[in-house]
């Protein structure tokens, strides 16, 4: 069975990055964000009075901008990154699961209606979700998807939990953990899940939300 991918710093985010994070407010995020460049669109921001991080409106937890903030709050950034760059290998380094018909380039990349259950699964090429799809299984189980291009979903896609029926609880956002090559798009109305781990650039639609993490 697969195993979890270890976060370190990384853990502590909602939003993680090394580049710029760019707002078009209003947003609800739950949890901290940080950037080791620059974060705009949150304002007004408030420094406490160590100038360690900033808090907004619309952030439930705190933002650290590397850039503006003292010490250790750039250390400490650049730990995360650190760490987030190592999960990224560790996600995208992982064998797949077998049979190849199961686990591998699932439905040639275009998704809907599908059930996962967990296991590491690869797509060569890109993902797009053209509609809901399905986890299921127990709490503690892992389900990686390795996408080697990018991912993107059409409108009001939905990332869907469900249990498996042996009283094991359902998936968590934790437990998903999704990996790619280039860069995840979000349509408008879309509802995910999973911790995604992203090389390039994220971009969320209009009234998209998330339950988990981007990395």
Not at 48 to 75: C, H, M, V, W
Request: net charge negative.
């Amino acid at each position: 069975a697969a195993t979890g991918v270890p976060l370190g710093g990384a853990e502590q985010f909602s939003i993680l990055a090394r580049g710029a994070i760019h707002n078009a407010p209003t947003s609800s995020i739950t949890g901290n964000v940080g950037s080791a460049s620059g974060i705009d669109g949150f304002q007004p921001l408030t420094a406490d009075a160590s100038n360690e991080f900033f808090t907004s409106s619309q952030i439930d937890g705190k933002l650290y901008r590397g850039t503006d903030n003292a010490e250790p709050t750039p250390t400490m950034l650049a730990n995360a990154l650190n760490d987030m760059d190592t999960a990224y290998t560790n996600a995208s380094s992982r064998a797949h699961s077998l049979p190849n018909s199961q686990y591998v380039d699932v439905m040639a990349g275009a998704i809907a209606g599908v059930t996962f259950v967990p296991g590491v699964y690869k797509w060569n090429t890109f993902v797009h979700l053209t509609g809901d799809i399905y986890v299921q299984g127990g709490a503690t189980d892992v389900w990686i998807f390795q996408v080697q291009e990018y991912v993107t979903t059409s409108a009001a896609a939905n990332i869907v939990f469900q249990g498996d029926g042996t009283g094991r609880g359902t998936p968590t956002s934790d437990n998903l953990v999704w990996v790619m090559g280039k860069y995840l798009v979000l349509g408008a109305t879309c509802n995910m899940h999973g911790t995604f781990i992203v090389a390039a650039y994220v971009t969320f639609g209009a009234a998209s939300s998330l339950a988990g993490r981007i990395l």
